[in-house]
């Protein structure tokens, strides 16, 4: 085909996602070839006639609106057809975003720091883009450039040593390509509020004596923070053996022991540790608390049986106002159940020394 039979303009532009495009195709009066018997296709797909625009006898034009991010790496093809469907003339479109969105940032051990970012849109991963993450103290210091971009995840660098503490990071990234250079929001951390750390050690989850609704839950500090002055914060979730729904106490503070209250008697429960809210959870630990002999057994001697139902019934509303009230691992309600334990032992006995004075 002669290279004067038709030629498209522009040829491979670089776009921005949302925008527009008016493109035209122009064909040579010598082959016979007339505007209104053209047609366009992109991707392989014909675009509606509504589209096109006859600007004179040889120069068809179609313009496109709100363009969507490129689907495929070698660009989207645009291609001006003939009249039988032969190609006439085509070019590539490189439809991205410039801007780098959605940049977080995390350390394992206060010593380093791993950000991670996502590209500008769609079209964008199939534009040979160039970043690069810079960080700066905010009130003073020189701006830098993270160097490792070998983390083994895309859109991501790696800064491993030389971080300050106590004082707040300025995070960006530039990105450059065909369609100009952009600048990611800035973002401000500091590093001891992006410690994510690895599991706390030795988790164990005990039963509190025969209390029926308690467990106990002990744990170490993660090691990567046992030689720094750290004070790591905890989060304690729990839940039934036959449930996927997991409570949270998240007033935990920097202690290493936990009362779980309220729980029901007699079940399994699954217990996850972790420290600060973006720390990981090691592998749950289960345990049960014992069942209720004494709400739960029978009894022959129907005075007996009576003062058990009466006693169930009060024991049942008890329950419900120390459930509401020890929810979680709340020191003062643990006290108060404690002393209502103490009491009741001490009414059982005093019931049983009764209950023998009327036998004798």
Request: glycine residues 8%; aromatic residues 10%; contains cysteine.
């Amino acid at each position: 085909m002669p290279p004067a039979m038709a030629m498209v303009y522009p040829q491979d532009p670089a776009l921005l996602i949302g925008s527009s495009l008016t493109a035209t195709c122009s064909v040579s009066a010598d082959h016979g070839l007339h505007a209104g018997s053209l047609y366009w296709t992109l991707n392989g797909k014909r675009l509606h006639s509504s589209t096109y625009s006859i600007l004179s006898p040889t120069v068809l034009s179609v313009t496109l609106t709100n363009l969507s991010g490129s689907r495929q790496r070698s660009g989207d093809n645009l291609v001006c057809h003939g009249g039988g469907g032969h190609v006439l003339a085509g070019s590539c479109l490189y439809v991205g975003s410039k801007s780098p969105s959605n940049l977080t940032c995390w350390s394992r051990n206060t010593k380093d720091l791993t950000c991670r970012w996502a590209p500008g849109g769609q079209g964008e991963t199939f534009i040979k883009t160039k970043y690069t993450l810079k960080y700066k103290l905010r009130w003073y210091g020189q701006e830098k450039e993270c160097e490792d971009y070998s983390a083994g995840q895309p859109y991501t660098c790696y800064i491993p040593r030389d971080l300050a503490l106590f004082t707040p990071y300025e995070i960006w990234v530039e990105a450059s390509n065909q369609l100009g250079s952009a600048t990611s929001d800035v973002i401000s951390l500091d590093i001891l509020d992006v410690v994510t750390t690895d599991p706390p050690a030795d988790v164990h989850v005990s039963r509190v004596g025969d209390l029926e609704d308690q467990l106990t839950v002990r744990w170490g500090t993660p090691p990567a923070l046992k030689d720094f002055l750290f004070q790591a914060k905890y989060q304690i979730r729990y839940r039934l053996e036959d449930s996927s729904d997991w409570k949270v106490v998240d007033d935990m503070g920097n202690q290493t022991s936990c009362r779980l209250a309220g729980l029901r008697p007699g079940t399994v429960y699954f217990v996850q540790v972790r420290c600060n809210p973006r720390g990981n959870s090691g592998h749950p630990t289960a345990a049960s608390t014992p069942h209720s002999e004494r709400l739960l057994a029978g009894s022959c001697d129907s005075k007996a049986g009576q003062q058990n139902s009466t006693l169930r019934r009060d024991l049942k509303q008890f329950f419900g106002w120390v459930r509401k009230r020890a929810y979680g691992c709340s020191g003062m309600s643990i006290k108060l159940y404690d002393q209502w334990r103490v009491w009741l032992q001490k009414s059982h006995k005093t019931r049983n020394q009764v209950l023998q004075g009327d036998k004798s």
